[in-house]
């Protein structure tokens, strides 16, 4: 496959990697978005076998670090981004930590500093050994994850590394890990932007052998998952502790450039194939993505520019199960309804989800508030839920949100055990328990007649697609529900006024009217 970045020089990168890859440094550095070079066209980035079941994995202490093992299998193997036609394989994955949760990551991002820092450290196959390849200049690819300890509940799949940290707090000692033990990097390395560059390794002997691959977006893990590896002593005697094992920013000197590449990739190209069968819509829907190029949400929705299609109708599951535990929270920015269930949870179409959760927007007064406009007006509320899910169809759309427009109408019951609770949240950063509602309550379920289309969110600088439902059924709400909505305070303690996001333009992207049904002039129906 021609690499266009070795062949050309890319007026988004004015470099080639030949020359790139000379151009290495002292790890760690410190990064920031507006210092990198953007670039749009490197093959995807791809993760093979890291999160599979099978074989042996073992987590061990060396005094230094927690290092993670794979024996017994294939080893896991890293392709394309910026590392060429090369393969890399797994050798090992450690982290890097301090005494306490401001600092303890090796790289820094826009002058902040997580807890933790992973290494994902892999070599080049064409040589024979990691030992062989630690000193070629194309030898070793690194990806690194920051880690950022917070007041949340701790991360389940992080989990697997720390119940197996608090078993090698012995020098030189080490333990077996579930297999499957790395998920907890999954969705992260599924995010299409990360930066690269040439650098070196940050313990000794410091070769400059290392292309560094950094996710910017930190996974969210607890304190006490951080502070499990404080626990781990660093000498036989036990006297001492590992508390920091951290290299300090390297600044490069000043004769050598330092190129740091913003990298974004996007599958290749295929020729739009036409759609003879209903159960093949849903694939093709989800390789718009990879081939249109995708722009940020809201838009305005206009029924007569959207392409009908027709396609198998939604599934919806467990959808009038009452949660175990379930709260609102006042974020400084709007209202999150978030909610825990027991083993079995709601989810659309298959696969389960790792998490879900309503949220609301809201404007200054009733003639303004939805993100997403109909026809050119904005409805007062919109609801947004959020489903999480590992993998649904392709890994691009693991996040997807599904939106119900709520417009202005007699009293909601259900959105009133909201709206009575929120008195107790008016205040930022402040949560309440509530009496666990089935999501049936809020969110009526829609399986044919609605908006579809892709939109980009950036969060931080991650770039995430998201696959955008816009449901054509509103749901009713009185005014003076959405006044008590008004009525919560920000982050600066003012009453939270309006909290939607400007309508973006559609450019030339197709938004799809999914199995229509009833009035073909107006985009929104009437209330039920
Ligand atoms: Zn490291
Ligand atoms: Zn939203």
């Given amino acids: 496959m021609p690499n266009t970045f070795l062949s050309t020089v890319e007026e988004d990168a004015h470099i080639t990697v030949p020359e790139w890859r000379l151009h290495k440094v002292q790890s760690p550095i410190a990064l920031k978005h507006d210092e990198t070079n953007h670039y749009d066209h490197f093959d995807p980035l791809e993760f093979h076998g890291h999160w599979d079941q099978g074989g042996d994995a073992t987590l061990s202490n060396n005094g230094f670090t927690a290092t993670l093992r794979f024996q017994n299998r294939e080893l896991p193997v890293l392709v394309g ?52 390849a630690a000193d070629k200049h194309d030898g070793l690819a690194v990806v690194a994850f920051f880690l950022k300890a917070t007041d949340d509940d701790e991360h389940p799949c992080f989990n697997k590394m720390t119940e197996a940290v608090k078993k090698i707090v012995k020098i030189n000692s080490s333990t077996s890990v579930p297999s ?6 999954k969705e992260e390395a599924q995010c299409k932007g990360y930066y690269t560059y040439q650098g070196s390794l940050t313990t000794e002997p410091y070769t400059e052998s290392v292309t560094w691959i950094i996710y910017p977006t930190p996974i969210h893990v607890s304190r006490q998952q951080v502070s499990e590896f404080r626990s781990m002593k660093s000498t036989s005697c036990e006297q001492h502790n590992i508390i920091n094992n951290v290299r300090p920013i390297q600044m490069p000197p000043a004769h050598k450039k330092l190129d740091i590449i913003y990298a974004r990739s996007h599958r290749k190209n295929e020729n739009k194939s036409e759609v003879e069968n209903i159960e093949d819509v849903p694939r093709w829907i989800q390789s718009l993505a990879d081939r249109e190029p995708v722009h940020e949400s809201p838009i305005n929705i206009n029924i007569s520019t959207s392409t009908e299609i027709e396609m198998p109708p939604l599934a919806w599951h467990n959808h009038d199960l009452p949660p175990k535990k379930m709260k609102i929270t006042n974020t400084g920015y709007t209202l999150i309804l978030s909610a825990k269930w027991h083993q079995e949870r709601p989810y659309i179409s298959e696969g389960p989800l790792l998490g879900n959760y309503l949220h609301f927007h809201w404007g200054r007064n009733d003639a303004e508030g939805s993100e997403h406009t109909i026809d050119g007006v904005r409805y007062p509320i919109e609801m947004h839920v959020v489903l999480f899910k590992a993998n649904y169809l392709t890994q691009e759309a693991a996040l997807k949100e599904k939106d119900g427009i709520v417009v202005l109408s007699g009293k909601n019951p259900a959105f009133q055990i909201l709206i009575e609770n929120i008195v107790s949240v008016q205040k930022p950063h402040t949560s309440m328990k509530l009496n666990p509602i089935p999501l049936s309550y809020l969110v009526k379920k829609f399986e044919r007649d609605y908006f579809l289309y892709w939109g980009s ?49 559609l450019n030339d992207r197709h938004v799809f009217h999914v199995c229509p049904s009833g009035s073909k002039y107006a985009t929104l129906l009437a209330l039920p």
């Fill in 457 to 505: 969110v950036t969060t931080t600088v991650c770039l995430h697609y998201i696959l955008w439902l816009v449901s054509r059924e509103p749901i009713g709400v009185a005014p003076e529900q959405v006044d008590e909505l008004r009525s919560m305070l920000d982050a600066n303690e003012e009453p939270l006024q309006g909290n939607f996001r400007e309508v973006q333009p």
């Fill in 81 to 132: 981004g910026p590392l060429h036609e090369d393969q890399y394989v797994f050798e090992q994955l450690h982290f890097h930590w301090s005494d306490d949760d401001h600092s303890g990551c090796e790289h820094i991002f826009e002058g902040q500093a997580y807890s933790m820092e992973a290494h994902a450290v892999h070599y080049n196959k064409k040589y024979a050994s990691f030992q062989e």
């Fill in 180 to 185: 499957d033990c790395l998920t907890w990097i």
